[in-house]
């Protein structure tokens, strides 16, 4: 195959502990980088807001699913025992909304959990086999128990020495330059 | 999280997870479980045992397809006996996976953190086998796609008004909503076991699997958002399954079935049988793999502490039962009370009210629910229990309605009971799958509780 081009995805620091991961972070924002992001073996309280993430759209997307869920649920009730499929069994309603309910609310609760699933994949942007930080060797550790913050090289401010001199000075434990391979 | 003040609740600060370990330390101990742990010859032979009875269920079905459900022991007046009887009662054994998933979470008990995992795949599997018996119940299960509503050539569309289709759309909601559930909480944990494999075979599965799940700070907060959603989701779900279940019987005049009770007395039940489900499978497991350390004797009283208040709901209900019997003085109400009492049946009945009455008060006693061998034994007496709670609300009301000239018999055949094994064969290997092939217990959640222990006890704030 064609030799390898790669180029600069940014620079990474490894902590050990959540704690400095979060203090640190907190400072590479305050020197005013923008593309930066903290990776971590398990969730950790504040971080989303200190990588400056503060809104996602999987509850709003979740209530949207759960409503198109029970809508189409009761309305597919309705459209086949009142209008496509009427039956009349001793002069009973066909538009006999009590004994929809179970079904409606299946369908709501189905549609809820399916598209809040989905959402949190899909704005993730998952799938995705391949992401530039994978190339760092000691990346491995981030599902176990290092914690990394990647100052990203399309950040407008962003020079590799700065970058590193900067998570140099939080005490990082390692750095690694991110390289994308294409 | 906010540290939750758990601590403040038992007489003495026993940990949720053993001291001394670190975030590596429970990673390595539950992935190498999978990747790294030789075969050895215990889950060879529990395997092949579990795949020889499941040969079994696979004799019985097709059977079953060959000759019809007349090779079963219903017949007319009893159209339900074992197949609903199973169906009733494996349904609720998946009702503790969601309960502690779903519940707990939201309730923050952090004792759910090392049972969540296997208890959820443990309601994966109990509602496969549970699924099976409707389908093979029908009798023609190829046709069985005729209860979902498309738009057919024959113009017809389902009964919306029947709980039988509740009970479709529940069960298959359920199913669905589990699965996705259990699968967001793996992902974190593939991509574990995605970063430790060794093997090349076992990084492409693990890597496809975990979709390039990196855990930045990103992923994670819109992870927590979908995960706190859908455990708020399943909660009324999980609610409404057995709820709409016990609508099978309660909607029905068939006297003992119809009464208001049902619904949180079945769920109540569901969750009863559920956790002695947990217990009869985390006992053995957590000697199998030395997860001593992560379900801990603390964790077996907690669940043996859910079980005794949900037996004593479940004796409330029988009590009801009873006495709204008299109360109601409805004589085929009360002619039913007697035949539980001195019918054909009876035994079963009297049988009943000792697994499910008598044995579960045993637990008031700390000593008991602290003794793991006592705990595997209540837990085995339970499920039988509650199976024969099946049995007798399914059989006794069938044989004995209205009619002297529509009252009738059951007794199963070789082929329900060999149907009913090879469906507890089908589980027994699922689970012997299950923790070989996957994190039996959520690694990144674990993390977290050692993060959140040590900053707890430490005193870091």
Same mark, same amino acid.
């Given at each position: 195959?064609?030799?390898?081009?790669?180029?600069?995805? #940014?620079?990474? @620091?490894? $902590?050990?502990?959540?704690?400095?991961?979060? /203090?640190? &972070?907190?400072?590479?924002?305050?020197? +005013?980088?923008?593309?930066?992001?903290?990776?971590?073996?398990?969730?950790?309280?504040?971080?989303?807001?200190?990588?400056?993430?503060?809104?996602?759209?999987?509850?709003?997307?979740?209530?949207?699913?759960?409503?198109? #869920?029970?809508? @189409?649920? $009761?309305?597919?009730?309705?459209?086949?025992? /009142?209008? &496509?499929?009427?039956?009349?069994?001793? +002069?009973?309603?066909?538009?006999?909304?009590?004994?929809?309910?179970?079904?409606?609310?299946?369908?709501?609760?189905?549609?809820?959990?399916?598209?809040?699933?989905?959402?949190?994949?899909?704005?993730?942007?998952?799938?995705?086999?391949?992401?530039?930080?994978?190339?760092?060797?000691?990346?491995?550790?981030?599902?176990?128990?290092?914690?990394?913050?990647?100052?990203?090289?399309?950040?407008?401010?962003?020079?590799?020495?700065?970058?590193?001199?900067?998570?140099?000075?939080?005490?990082?434990?390692?750095?690694?330059?991110?390289?994308?391979?294409? | 999280?906010?540290?939750?003040?758990?601590?403040?609740?038992?007489?003495?600060?026993?940990?949720?997870?053993?001291?001394?370990?670190?975030?590596?330390?429970?990673?390595?101990?539950?992935?190498?479980?999978?990747?790294?742990?030789?075969?050895?010859?215990?889950?060879?032979?529990?395997?092949?045992?579990?795949?020889?009875?499941?040969?079994?269920?696979?004799?019985?079905?097709?059977?079953?397809?060959?000759?019809?459900?007349?090779?079963?022991?219903?017949?007319?007046?009893?159209?339900?006996?074992?197949?609903?009887?199973?169906?009733?009662?494996?349904?609720?054994?998946?009702?503790?996976?969601?309960?502690?998933?779903?519940?707990?979470?939201?309730?923050?008990?952090?004792?759910?953190?090392?049972?969540?995992?296997?208890?959820?795949?443990?309601?994966?599997?109990?509602?496969?086998?549970?699924?099976?018996?409707?389908?093979?119940?029908?009798?023609?299960?190829?046709?069985?796609?005729?209860?979902?509503?498309?738009?057919?050539?024959?113009?017809?569309?389902?009964?919306?008004?029947?709980?039988?289709?509740?009970?479709?759309?529940?069960?298959?909601?359920?199913?669905?909503?589990?699965?996705?559930?259990?699968?967001?909480?793996?992902?974190?944990?593939?991509?574990?076991?995605?970063?430790?494999?060794?093997?090349?075979?076992?990084?492409?599965?693990?890597?496809?699997?975990?979709?390039?799940?990196?855990?930045?700070?990103?992923?994670?907060?819109?992870?927590?958002?979908?995960?706190?959603?859908?455990?708020?989701?399943?909660?009324?779900?999980?609610?409404?399954?057995?709820?709409?279940?016990?609508?099978?019987?309660?909607?029905?005049?068939?006297?003992?079935?119809?009464?208001?009770?049902?619904?949180?007395?079945?769920?109540?039940?569901?969750?009863?049988?559920?956790?002695?489900?947990?217990?009869?499978?985390?006992?053995?497991?957590?000697?199998?793999?030395?997860?001593?350390?992560?379900?801990?004797?603390?964790?077996?009283?907690?669940?043996?502490?859910?079980?005794?208040?949900?037996?004593?709901?479940?004796?409330?209900?029988?009590?009801?039962?009873?006495?709204?019997?008299?109360?109601?003085?409805?004589?085929?109400?009360?002619?039913?009370?007697?035949?539980?009492?001195?019918?054909?049946?009876?035994?079963?009945?009297?049988?009943?009210?000792?697994?499910?009455?008598?044995?579960?008060?045993?637990?008031?006693?700390?000593?008991?629910?602290?003794?793991?061998?006592?705990?595997?034994?209540?837990?085995?007496?339970?499920?039988?229990?509650?199976?024969?709670?099946?049995?007798?609300?399914?059989?006794?009301?069938?044989?004995?309605?209205?009619?002297?000239?529509?009252?009738?018999?059951?007794?199963?055949?070789?082929?329900?009971?060999?149907?009913?094994?090879?469906?507890?064969?089908?589980?027994?290997?699922?689970?012997?799958?299950?923790?070989?092939?996957?994190?039996?217990?959520?690694?990144?959640?674990?993390?977290?509780?050692?993060?959140?222990?040590?900053?707890?006890?430490?005193?870091?704030?």
């Amino acid at each position: 195959m064609s030799e390898k081009r790669s180029q600069l995805f #940014g620079v990474m @620091g490894e $902590f050990s502990t959540p704690e400095d991961l979060v /203090a640190a &972070t907190k400072k590479v924002r305050e020197a +005013g980088y923008k593309h930066i992001e903290a990776y971590t073996p398990f969730p950790v309280e504040g971080l989303a807001e200190a990588v400056g993430f503060k809104w996602t759209a999987v509850p709003l997307l979740t209530l949207l699913g759960g409503i198109a #869920g029970g809508v @189409g649920g $009761f309305g597919l009730e309705y459209w086949v025992s /009142a209008i &496509t499929y009427p039956e009349n069994i001793g +002069g009973r309603p066909l538009n006999s909304w009590v004994a929809f309910i179970p079904v409606t609310f299946e369908m709501t609760v189905l549609g809820a959990s399916l598209v809040a699933a989905i959402s949190m994949l899909a704005l993730n942007k998952l799938p995705q086999p391949y992401h530039p930080v994978f190339n760092v060797e000691r990346f491995a550790l981030a599902s176990t128990d290092k914690f990394f913050l990647c100052i990203e090289a399309r950040d407008a401010k962003f020079n590799l020495a700065e970058a590193s001199k900067l998570l140099q000075s939080l005490h990082a434990e390692h750095i690694n330059e991110v390289k994308d391979e294409e | 999280m906010s540290a939750t003040p758990n601590l403040r609740m038992g007489q003495e600060p026993e940990p949720w997870i053993e001291p001394g370990h670190s975030y590596a330390s429970v990673t390595d101990k539950i992935s190498s479980a999978v990747l790294t742990r030789p075969v050895g010859i215990g889950w060879l032979a529990g395997f092949a045992l579990t795949f020889s009875i499941v040969m079994v269920l696979f004799l019985a079905v097709a059977y079953l397809f060959a000759k019809g459900v007349g090779i079963w022991g219903i017949n007319i007046p009893i159209g339900w006996g074992f197949a609903i009887v199973n169906f009733v009662w494996w349904i609720g054994i998946g009702h503790a996976g969601t309960l502690i998933s779903a519940i707990l979470y939201l309730l923050n008990q952090k004792w759910r953190t090392s049972i969540n995992r296997f208890a959820e795949a443990m309601t994966l599997f109990a509602v496969a086998c549970a699924g099976l018996f409707p389908l093979l119940h029908t009798g023609r299960p190829w046709m069985a796609y005729y209860m979902l509503p498309y738009p057919s050539t024959m113009g017809i569309w389902p009964q919306f008004r029947s709980p039988l289709i509740w009970d479709v759309f529940a069960v298959s909601t359920y199913a669905t909503v589990s699965l996705v559930f259990w699968f967001i909480g793996l992902i974190p944990d593939l991509a574990t076991l995605r970063d430790r494999a060794k093997k090349k075979w076992q990084q492409m599965i693990f890597g496809m699997l975990s979709m390039g799940w990196r855990g930045s700070a990103r992923h994670w907060h819109r992870y927590q958002s979908a995960y706190l959603l859908l455990a708020g989701l399943a909660t009324p779900l999980v609610l409404s399954v057995h709820t709409v279940v016990s609508f099978d019987f309660a909607v029905g005049i068939v006297p003992g079935w119809h009464t208001t009770i049902f619904p949180p007395y079945f769920v109540a039940g569901a969750i009863y049988s559920g956790f002695a489900m947990v217990l009869t499978l985390a006992i053995p497991m957590r000697a199998a793999y030395g997860m001593q350390d992560f379900i801990t004797r603390r964790h077996l009283e907690q669940c043996a502490k859910v079980m005794l208040a949900t037996g004593l709901i479940v004796a409330y209900g029988y009590f009801f039962e009873f006495f709204l019997s008299f109360y109601s003085g409805n004589k085929f109400d009360l002619f039913l009370t007697h035949q539980r009492l001195h019918g054909p049946y009876a035994p079963y009945y009297y049988a009943l009210l000792l697994c499910n009455i008598l044995t579960p008060q045993l637990l008031w006693i700390r000593k008991v629910r602290r003794n793991i061998a006592a705990l595997f034994v209540i837990s085995l007496v339970i499920n039988t229990g509650m199976w024969l709670e099946r049995f007798v609300i399914v059989v006794i009301s069938l044989t004995r309605d209205f009619m002297p000239s529509a009252w009738g018999r059951y007794s199963a055949t070789v082929w329900d009971y060999a149907t009913l094994a090879g469906t507890l064969g089908l589980f027994t290997m699922l689970i012997f799958l299950f923790v070989r092939g996957l994190p039996a217990i959520a690694i990144s959640e674990m993390r977290e509780l050692v993060h959140q222990e040590s900053h707890g006890n430490g005193g870091h704030q």
